[in-house]
């Protein structure tokens, strides 16, 4: 079992910068790959960032390219999302969540085991 727990959400303005944290415990997360989710009000839950379990590949939401920056330390059983030009459109509830996964191709949301509570984020303009 893994319990993941999100922090670092907060009130942001337009243009400001912020850093989520996810800390993993029960299991070592050295074997999953991570994902950051976020859901607005209303909108469907979607894969903002994604890093495979060595760090060697990572994805990125067509909105947030540029931006957004996901890393992981394993040594620490952390993932963390560097956000950067926030912007309105960006405020929703932000998860963490880890999928043992081996496809070459990217997982869908069910395909993930272990999630988050996660975290708000709200974007002023």
């Known amino acids: 079992q893994v319990q993941l727990v999100e922090s670092g959400g907060g009130l942001v303005q337009a243009g400001d910068s912020q850093r989520l944290f996810c800390v993993a415990s029960g299991s070592s997360i050295a074997s999953y790959d991570l994902g950051w989710f976020r859901q607005a009000p209303g909108k469907e839950r979607e894969l903002v960032a994604y890093i495979k379990r060595d760090g060697t590949k990572t994805y990125n939401l067509d909105s947030v390219k540029g931006r957004f920056t996901v890393s992981r330390d394993n040594g620490v059983n952390s993932v963390y999302l560097r956000m950067d030009s926030l912007k309105p459109d960006d405020t929703a509830k932000y998860y963490c969540?880890?999928?043992?996964?081996?496809?070459?191709?990217?997982?869908?949301?069910?395909?993930?085991?272990?999630w988050g509570q996660g975290t708000q984020v709200t974007v002023s303009s």
């Open positions: 969540a880890a999928v043992y996964w081996t496809e070459p191709y990217l997982p869908e949301p069910q395909d993930f085991r272990y």
